[in-house]
């Protein structure tokens, strides 16, 4: 459940390119080739993403279930989703105080439309609405209509996707509204290239009370290849409903990336990049969206950047915090 979440949010942020606009205009250049995620494929050879692994740490106490998903047919469910950012950059030569970003307000639309006889969840997905908050006062009213703008294209993105009752992705496509720009559309690709990837099984065995388990993957999320595991832990199982404690680990080696935002003949190359977070997650075994779940993620990054004709490197690291809050009607 959390990196369904993540997946979600991964959406959110991936067309909230504008956050660029809140840095001083003369880190601007170097900033927006960190803060937007790069788009397209590494430049070297990427090695294939494995299928989710999970491996059960203990089992809980009894009683013990398996946790299977069968949520009910031809019933939409909301959910409304907020995603609060603070960014912060720095090179060599300047640094820069961390940066409050509106806060996103997104209203997701779910519902399970077929069960095989396999479990297997036919569903679809939509974006009913998306705007910001208006709470950073200090940015002009001409900014914050250029942000709400911007966020509001994720207004008619939808797909029809199929998970297995253990909640693991099996296939599915995104169809795009109309007059999409470019840049969305290829956001939106590499991400439905890493659904399976993104998706967070629950484990085979039966559990109870106390079990914990941990699911390691990999995937390239917009042209970056990420290392991630998360960990789980079953607080609480009554009557269908989960609570679960969750932390995640993210990573990434050394890489070289491209992007569109890169001048010609300039290099992006990733130096290091570690992400850590974690939260509660309540979920309902006949729903396909968290009843409730409040995560936050803390995540570093260094890039360097080549201009052509100079050999000089400019080294920026980044900081965001970014939490995630999500309740379903």
């Not at 993105?157 to 909640?167: A, E, N, V």
């Not at 890493?194 to 109870?208: F, I, K, M, N, W």
């Not at 990573?251 to 990733?270: F, M």
Request: hydrophobic share 35%; net charge positive.
């Amino acid at each position: 459940m959390i990196k369904k979440t993540l997946f979600v949010a991964a959406i959110c942020l991936g067309s909230a390119g504008w956050a660029i606009e809140l840095f001083p205009t003369s880190s601007q250049a170097e900033t927006r080739l960190v803060t937007q995620q790069p788009a397209g494929d590494t430049s070297g050879v990427s090695a294939p993403s494995k299928s989710p692994q999970v491996q059960l740490l203990n089992p809980g106490s009894a009683p013990q279930q398996q946790l299977r998903l069968k949520p009910s047919l031809g019933v939409k469910k909301t959910t409304n989703m907020a995603v609060k950012m603070e960014m912060g950059a720095a090179t060599a030569d300047k640094s820069m105080n961390a940066i409050k970003v509106p806060t996103m307000v997104l209203t997701i639309d779910t519902k399970a439309t077929k069960i095989d006889s396999n479990g297997d969840i036919h569903y679809e997905f939509s974006y009913a609405n998306a705007d910001i908050a208006g709470d950073t006062p200090n940015l002009p009213t001409a900014a914050l209509d250029a942000m709400r703008s911007t966020v509001k294209k994720l207004v008619g993105l939808k797909g029809s996707f199929i998970m297995d009752s253990r909640g693991a992705h099996k296939g599915g496509d995104f169809i795009l509204p109309e007059g999409t720009d470019n840049n969305f559309k290829q956001m939106v690709q590499n991400m439905s290239k890493s659904l399976e990837q993104l998706s967070s099984p629950l484990p085979l065995e039966a559990v109870g009370q106390g079990a914990k388990w941990r699911i390691s993957s990999s995937s390239n999320l917009s042209g970056m290849n990420v290392n991630q595991i998360a960990t789980y832990e079953l607080i609480s199982l009554q009557d269908g409903v989960a609570t679960l404690k969750t932390s995640v680990e993210q990573q990434a080696n050394p890489q070289n990336l491209t992007s569109p935002q890169l001048p010609p003949g300039a290099t992006l190359s990733l130096k290091s990049f570690v992400s850590q977070g974690g939260g509660e997650v309540i979920m309902r075994l006949d729903r396909l969206m968290p009843v409730r779940s409040v995560i936050s993620i803390n995540s570093q990054t260094e890039m360097g950047v080549k201009n052509a004709g100079n050999p000089e490197e400019v080294t920026i690291k980044t900081k965001m915090l970014m939490e995630m809050t999500l309740d379903s009607k």
